[in-house]
T-cell receptor
Framework: DTAVSQTPKYLVTQMGNDKSIKCEQN?????MYWYKQDSKKFLKIMFS???????INETVPNRFSPKSPDKAHLNLHINSLELGDSAVYFC????????????FGSGTRLTVV | KNEVEQSPQNLTAQEGEFITINCSYS?????LHWLQQHPGGGIVSLFM???GKKKHGRLIATINIQEKHSSLHITASHPRDSAVYIC???????????FGKGTKLTVNP
């Protein structure tokens, strides 16, 4: 039973398209995150939600919009995709209590052509 | 300069060797994670530390809060330990992880 599941695992799309990546966690965690891993494998936070409320919004283009319909789901919608958006996107969740139980999804490899 | 620095960037070892990966950070933290990422891409949390030392099988992690430094040790390394090891700190008062650039470990048989 996957704790943090992301779909799709792979996404290949053309520049200018709009796409979404979905994330769901069944751990009962209060906080969810989106991280981006670039071509050099460096991870950086994009967004964090706590109980459906946005709490962290790093310097990310407005084309990226997270949506949390409930505390178990955090989706990432990307408008007008650009070549530079190609990366691996990781969803994660935590109970929100000092970092214990931090759990990552398996990642979505986005390739923009 | 990155807030979290790891060394070495790349490490090649022979099976059975003792491995040490170092992590230094420059910000106040509430906890530090050691993460493992295999070539398949998934990320697994190996340890979370806020003080002292933790051991799990052949893996040992230590942290010195005063010196802002942590180490990950692997005893009797094995080819299946080949992966990227990432140090990540939880900034004080935040649930946000800040990552090092990772150490790519290759253990040869």
């Amino acid at each position: 039973d996957t704790a943090v599941s992301q779909t799709p695992k792979y996404l290949v799309t053309q520049m200018g398209n709009d796409k979404s990546i979905k994330c769901e966690q069944n751990l009962g965690h209060d906080t969810m995150y989106w991280y981006k891993q670039d071509s050099k494998k460096f991870l950086k936070i994009m967004f964090s939600y706590n109980n459906k409320e946005l709490i962290i919004n790093e310097t990310v283009p407005n084309r990226f919009s997270p949506k949390s319909p409930d505390k178990a789901h955090l989706n990432l919608h990307i408008n007008s995709l650009e070549l530079g958006d190609s990366a691996v996107y990781f969803c994660a969740s935590s109970p929100g209590s000092g970092g214990y139980g931090y759990t990552f999804g398996s990642g979505t490899r986005l390739t923009v052509v | 300069k990155n807030e979290v620095e790891q060394s070495p960037q790349n490490l090649t070892a022979q099976e059975g060797e003792f491995i040490t990966i170092n992590c230094s950070y420059s910000v106040g933290i509430s906890a530090l994670h050691w993460l493992q990422q295999h070539p398949g891409g998934g990320i697994v949390s190996l340890f979370m530390l806020s003080s002292g030392k933790k051991k799990h099988g052949r893996l040992i992690a230590t942290i010195n809060i005063q010196e802002k430094h942590s180490s990950l040790h692997i005893t009797a390394s094995h080819p299946r330990d080949s992966a990227v090891y990432i140090c990540a700190v939880l900034q004080g008062g935040s649930e946000k992880l800040v990552f090092g650039k990772g150490t790519k470990l290759t253990v040869n048989p």
